[in-house]
């Protein structure tokens, strides 16, 4: 899909790969539709990209479609949907109170797949859109102490898997995106500082570059760095072994 001239709505876009992602594809010539919830952080994007913000909590009910009308009225349509925005907690999942995992299922799975449902029919009608759905290495081989978190993620692989199937030949496309660690204020926020010295973080622009160049090349599947991809395929094809490994080397 050629970026330049194309409507683009990023969810989390207050920071780390959202923000890193509006100002790569702002880069490519696109519009860009900024949502998060940090007024602040959004207008210093919106100064970087020449973004239109909108600020928007996920979690609240009826956020979702108000986000959705206010980013279609911004410029007239939305072409391309990154759902990125998303929250972690690490722990023992008994030690985990049911508010926070309600909030994770909300904020990481079920806001992208209702905003994917309010705006997928403006793009199917146009024969033109993309959607992008940003998961995590940890969707694909489930994260010791991040039950919840890995669930989602790899809810939402799940759901971008089969929409790219439902959605083939209609002009829509979607990739999913699978970062390793990245060095955002997630982990903070989360309330675990990454604390591991391997794999290392990388910073959240090859991330952003990575999902412009994504769409611009129509790719199905992305992992960020590219050598995740292989731990995914470990997982998948090799099961048992990557049990093993994994107890070996945490
Ligand atoms: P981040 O800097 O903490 O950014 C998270 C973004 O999500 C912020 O812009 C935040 O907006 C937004 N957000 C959180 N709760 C929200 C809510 N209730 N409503 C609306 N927006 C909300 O972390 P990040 O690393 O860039 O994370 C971006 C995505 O990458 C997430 O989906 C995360 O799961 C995924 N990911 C991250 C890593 C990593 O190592 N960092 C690895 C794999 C995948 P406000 O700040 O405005 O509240």
Same mark, same amino acid.
């Given at each position: ?24 594809? *702002? ?112 969707? *694909? ?28 030949? +209609? ?63 470990? +997982? ?15």
């Amino acid at each position: 899909m050629n970026l330049g001239g194309s409507i683009c709505l990023v969810t989390g876009a207050s920071g780390g790969i959202g923000r890193a992602t509006c100002l790569a594809l *702002h880069g490519r010539g696109a519009r860009i539709v900024a949502a998060g919830r940090d007024e602040a952080a959004l207008r210093s994007i919106a100064g970087a990209a020449d973004a239109e913000c909108l600020v928007a909590d996920l979690s609240e009910p009826g956020s979702v479609d108000r986000l959705a009308q206010d980013a279609v009225s911004a410029f007239g349509r939305i072409d391309v949907l990154v759902n990125n925005a998303g929250i972690g907690w690490a722990g023992p999942f008994d030690q985990m109170g049911p508010e926070t995992a309600a909030a994770l299922i909300s904020v990481n799975l079920a806001a992208p797949v209702a905003l994917t449902r309010a705006l997928l029919p403006g793009m199917l009608e146009r024969g033109r859109g993309w959607i992008v759905n940003v998961a995590s290495i940890a969707g *694909h081989v489930g994260v010791r102490d991040e039950a919840v978190y890995s669930a989602t993620k790899a809810g939402l692989i799940s759901f971008s898997e089969a929409l790219r199937w439902e959605l083939s030949g +209609r002009g829509v496309g979607v990739t999913v995106v699978s970062p390793g660690v990245v060095r955002t204020a997630f982990f903070e926020r989360r309330g675990r500082p990454y604390d591991r010295s391997r794999p290392r973080p990388i910073p959240p622009e090859p991330v952003g570059e990575a999902i412009a160049v994504a769409i611009e090349r129509g790719r199905a599947e992305v992992f960020v760095p590219g050598w995740v991809g292989g731990v995914a395929r470990l +997982r998948g094809g090799a099961p048992a072994t990557f049990r093993r490994l994994s107890r070996r080397f945490g």
